[in-house]
């Protein structure tokens, strides 16, 4: 049974930093392409930063210089550092793992900034 679970997420004011953990059970990171997406309120799902197969990583326009995503495959875990946090960055943030076959999401992590 593949699991991801999201963790890290929280309160935090603008300018602060965050670092999101995904921690994936039941399939091999290596084989997938793991991403962060996010959902604000009334928007569509978009993706934040993704690692393909080949290991480059792919950031939105948004947070591109801000967040570095980083992925550890004896660990099993995919983190989000999110640094310069804007209030525009508050969002459901969700693990995902896909391949030409399948996608699994976690359930996502609230993620809020504010004063």
């Known amino acids: 049974q593949v699991q991801l679970v999201e963790s890290g997420g929280g309160l935090v004011q603008p300018g602060g930093s965050l670092r999101l953990s995904c921690t994936a059970s039941?399939?091999?990171?290596?084989?997938?392409?793991m991403g962060w997406y996010r959902q604000a309120p009334g928007k569509q799902r978009e993706l934040v930063a993704m690692?393909?197969?080949?290991?480059?990583?792919n950031y939105s326009d948004s947070v591109k210089g801000r967040f570095t995503i980083s992925s550890d495959n004896v660990k099993k875990t995919v983190d989000l550092q999110m640094n310069s946090l804007k209030p525009e960055d508050t969002a459901v943030y969700y693990c995902?793992?896909?391949?030409?076959?399948?996608?699994?999401w976690g359930q996502g992590t609230q993620v809020t900034v504010s004063s």
């Open positions: 995902n793992a896909a391949s030409t076959r399948r996608s699994y």
């Open positions: 039941g399939i091999f990171l290596s084989v997938y392409t």
């Open positions: 690692i393909p197969r080949g290991g480059l990583t």
